[in-house]
């Protein structure tokens, strides 16, 4: 098993995805953005909040469990 911590722990989206066994570019599929975008959001680069809400509704989370994903 791969205990390896995200890179840049501003935000839980490797880790939620992992534990969803989702590669990053299912993630992307799912949430119609591109694999790129996952990656940089995984290093915990800036996105938009449509993006955010996007990766949320993939990760089969809701809006209200935003903090639960990118921290408050």
């Known amino acids: 098993m791969n205990d390896r911590k995200p890179s840049n722990p501003s935000n839980n989206v490797q880790v939620l995805r992992e ?3 989702l590669s990053k ?3 992307a599929r799912r949430a119609g953005v591109s694999a790129l975008t996952i ?4 290093r915990g680069e800036e996105c938009r909040l449509d993006t955010k809400r996007k990766i949320i509704l993939a990760l ?3 809006v209200t469990d935003k903090d639960k994903v990118f921290g408050s």
């Open 19 to 21: 534990e969803r066994l």
């Open 25 to 27: 570019a299912e993630l």
């Open 39 to 42: 990656d940089r959001v995984e």
């Open 60 to 62: 089969g989370l809701r």
